[in-house]
């Protein structure tokens, strides 16, 4: 056993820098794709959420841009991302006769794409949690369904919906490992050149699992941290007037008391 880690330490210091390599692409490519799969899932769910017009055309524009959402939420969530990435990318050498997109950005294209589609289901959820009154409210004062969406109802859904977005980060962290299958050059892919270097495939893949652990754990605990920041105050002041800064109504919110 003293000799089995022995190995699987001597593996680590030896090729520590492809590992560090596999490492930073995966980070890239998770986080970069999560950035762009919530604001895929922001804007669709802003347009699926978006009142019907009264204008003929534009209603006909909508009902067409909406079974487009839901035709590319059913179909990235129903079909697993490694075809994703071998239709996405050998389908774009076929249609331009055998030219291929880099590798890491083709990844992050399909990370983003996948993670999109899943977003867009969190994020309507998010906007439908949220009382309707709010919307009520805003269309009273003449805001329309866009400054709603923006300066009322998103700030509240990205703060909600702020642990499903940590778990698809966590998700993908561990999904970048299908990307091998074209190629891209993650820790998965890293791992197999190290494997098939030193010859121990189990040491190897053993150090490859710590080190995934060791990202999402640290990844999960930063997030906790940023949720525990976003919540909402025991203390909040309302401004009666905004001319007279004196007239304020600062409300602290009390314990509950349990009833005997």
């Not at 993670?115 to 329309?144: H, K, L, P, W």
Request: proline share 3%; net charge neutral; charged share 15%.
């Amino acid at each position: 056993m003293i000799e089995f880690f022995a190995d699987a330490y001597k593996l680590l210091t030896e090729h520590y820098e492809f590992l560090l390599r596999g490492v930073g692409y995966t980070m890239l490519i998770a986080l970069v794709g999560t950035v762009a799969g919530l604001l895929i899932g922001l804007a669709t769910g802003v347009l699926r959420t978006c009142p019907l017009s009264h204008n003929l055309f534009i209603r006909i524009l909508q009902r067409v841009f909406n079974a487009i959402i839901t035709a590319y939420v059913e179909i990235f969530r129903g079909t697993p991302m490694m075809v994703q990435a071998m239709v996405i990318y050998w389908g774009y050498a076929f249609a331009s006769g055998g030219q291929t997109l880099p590798l890491i950005p083709s990844g992050i294209l399909i990370v983003s794409i996948n993670t999109g589609a899943y977003m867009a289901e969190i994020v309507r959820g998010g906007i439908m949690s949220i009382d309707n009154g709010q919307f009520e409210g805003a269309a009273a004062v003449g805001m329309t369904h866009w400054q709603t969406m923006i300066h009322i109802i998103l700030p509240q859904v990205l703060r909600n919906i702020l642990p499903s977005v940590a778990n698809e980060f966590v998700i993908n962290i561990k999904d970048t490992s299908v990307l091998n299958v074209i190629g891209v050059t993650e820790l998965y892919y890293f791992a197999d050149v190290v494997k098939r270097q030193s010859f121990q495939t189990f040491q190897t893949y053993l150090v490859v699992c710590v080190i995934y652990f060791i990202l999402t754990f640290s990844v999960t605990r930063i997030l906790r941290l940023l949720e525990k920041k976003l919540q909402i105050t025991d203390s909040f002041v309302i401004c009666g007037s905004q001319s007279d800064p004196n007239a304020e109504i600062r409300i602290t919110k009390q314990p509950e008391v349990p009833n005997d």
